[in-house]
């Protein structure tokens, strides 16, 4: 057997530590389907395991660091549980196969010391809280300017985490990406004008950011904008002219919503 898929049912206890004796797995789904309890450390024996989703069950718990050390995963899809802990700062390079990463809506917490420069296939990178869960990550920290090293990346999701200091002006080496998200982040400074390199951005949201960043928007940038979210950010002042220009923009938010 190589894929296992029970996606969209109502199962009830724990995913099996069975599961590590199928060697064959390349695909584990269990998304939407009533899982409680932790991951299974057994997972480490699936040395031909591509993906693992199991997005939004009950599971709790740490992730076991010893998955990150099966290094033939492509998508480890995760969002909407309860699971905590850090992520390991060697993770880009432990699994370079990697091109799909959300953990979003979790209990993720502690520094944004994560390595991600040789996780060169990296097309999603999701660790955004759901506002409306009551739960949240937690990472910390500066973005790593090795962001922009990623250049197959497409969305980009960091917000309702504790990140400070300024987006790097790496990031408009991401000539793939289309959404970038921001959102409830402690960031400062000015919006990079390298973004303005990145043609096929049509969604960024800054809201909530609390500081003034969302709001200094450099000439030339998001000339493809769709939508572009800058609410609850007591923003003041004329709007900046460049926001005028945008003829694609078929949303803007500036009010809390």
Do not use: C
Not at 29 to 45: E, W
Not at 55 to 72: E, Q
């Amino acid at each position: 057997m190589e894929a296992l898929v029970m996606d969209d049912n109502n199962l009830t206890g724990r995913i099996s530590a069975f599961l590590g004796n199928i060697s064959s797995l390349r695909q584990i789904s269990g998304a939407k389907s009533n899982f409680q309890g932790r991951v299974p450390d057994t997972l480490r024996l699936l040395t031909y395991l591509q993906f693992l989703e199991l997005y939004m069950n009950k599971l709790f718990g740490t992730l076991p660091l010893s998955i990150f050390n099966v290094t033939s995963l492509k998508m480890i899809d995760i969002p909407l549980n309860q699971i905590k802990g850090r992520l390991p700062s060697d993770m880009g390079l432990t699994l370079p196969r990697l091109r799909w990463f959300n953990v979003g809506v979790n209990k993720f917490t502690g520094p944004n010391s994560v390595t991600l420069s040789n996780a060169l296939q990296l097309t999603r990178l999701g660790l955004t809280l759901n506002g409306f869960t009551g739960k949240q990550n937690q990472i910390y920290g500066n973005i790593p300017s090795e962001i922009g090293m990623l250049a197959n990346l497409e969305v980009f999701g960091l917000g309702l985490n504790r990140f400070t200091g300024s987006i790097p002006d790496s990031t408009g080496n991401l000539q793939k990406l289309r959404l970038m998200s921001f959102r409830g982040t402690k960031l400062s400074g000015y919006i990079p004008s390298s973004l303005g390199n990145i043609t096929l951005l049509i969604e960024l949201y800054l809201n909530e950011t609390i500081s003034r960043v969302a709001y200094h928007l450099a000439s030339g940038i998001a000339k493809n904008f769709l939508v572009l979210d800058l609410s609850g950010n007591n923003l003041n002042g004329n709007t900046p002219k460049e926001i005028f220009g945008l003829s694609s923009l078929s949303s803007i938010w500036k009010q809390p919503y």
